[in-house]
């Protein structure tokens, strides 16, 4: 894919970085809601992306019209506000002297030719950008419910101001099934017996294909990790963690950490210290 460069515009991650962000208004949510959705298509060669949101989008997208199209076509259409958008951008940013690269699915309004100042409608981020595609790909459709009840609940609550965990949900991790891959724990924190000396309720350890399925199923019971970090690849990268429901793409909990010796690239003891409280 052409490269395009952005600032990073999810909350969570944008509190922490500064990023000034160019929020939906509830005027840009109303001209959402009547405009045709345009997936721009990756262009990598040995990219599985599209095939994969295409099958996710004729599953999950029902709030608007939508249509695959190419990046000239995006550079067409752009500046339309009678289009919404989901492409793949890049993001960099300065960590301590450590240059981390994020990959976004950007979720934004039309009527600009810079991405940057389009009405952002709820975008994410997939994963540092040389990480493989096998560590987001299974979790695409929860991105999906993520972004369109988002948008929604937006719509309802024209006052409301944009926050990645809702204060107002009556959601409780606690009353859930978290799910987690093994390898996303601390390799001294990795067993439910360890868990649970901090988090006395329910935990699973899985495996994408399972977490996939709840997503696919829409599981009102599980709540599943997103997490974005180096996987090795930079020192001194940030590990960011969202807690994610399954059946709707509500984010319960969100931290971020600075990756070291006593701090993996992993949910951390703290955050289940958190979550438990």
């Known amino acids: 894919m052409k490269k ?13 970085l500064n990023a000034q962000i160019n929020f939906a208004s509830s005027t840009d949510i109303k001209v959402f809601l009547k405009s045709k959705t345009c997936v721009v298509e990756d262009q990598g060669p040995f990219s599985t992306f599209n095939e994969t949101l295409k099958t996710y989008m004729a599953k999950f997208w029902t709030i608007t019209p939508y249509e695959f199209i190419g990046m ?30 994020y990959n976004f699915l950007n979720f934004v309004l039309g009527g600009s030719s810079n991405l940057n100042n389009m009405p952002d409608l709820g975008s994410v981020p997939l994963s540092y950008i040389d990480v493989a595609e096998d560590t987001y790909l299974y979790k695409l459709g929860g991105m999906l419910l993520f972004m369109q009840n988002h948008v929604k609940y937006a719509s309802e609550h024209p006052s409301w101001k944009p926050v990645l965990v809702n204060k107002e949900s009556n959601t409780d991790i606690k009353t859930k099934e978290l799910w987690l891959l093994k ?5 001294n924190f990795n067993t439910i017996e360890k868990i649970k000396t901090v988090y006395p309720y329910t935990v699973k350890l899985v495996t994408k294909a399972e977490i996939k399925t709840a997503i696919d199923e829409k599981n009102a019971n599980v709540v599943y990790l997103h997490k974005v970090g180096p996987e090795g690849a930079v020192e001194g990268g940030k590990c960011w963690k969202f807690l994610v429901t399954a059946n709707d793409g509500e984010v319960l909990y969100y931290d971020g950490h600075k990756v070291d010796s006593t701090h993996p690239d992993a949910l951390l003891e703290k955050d289940f210290k958190a979550i438990g409280k």
């Open 4 to 16: 395009i460069f952005l600032t990073l515009v999810l909350n969570a991650i944008a509190v922490s």
């Open 72 to 101: 000239d076509e995006f550079d067409i259409r752009k500046t339309k506000n009678t289009y919404s958008f989901l492409l793949l951008s890049d993001a960099e940013q300065d960590e301590d002297g450590v240059t981390c690269t």
């Open 183 to 187: 390898e996303e724990l601390p390799s």
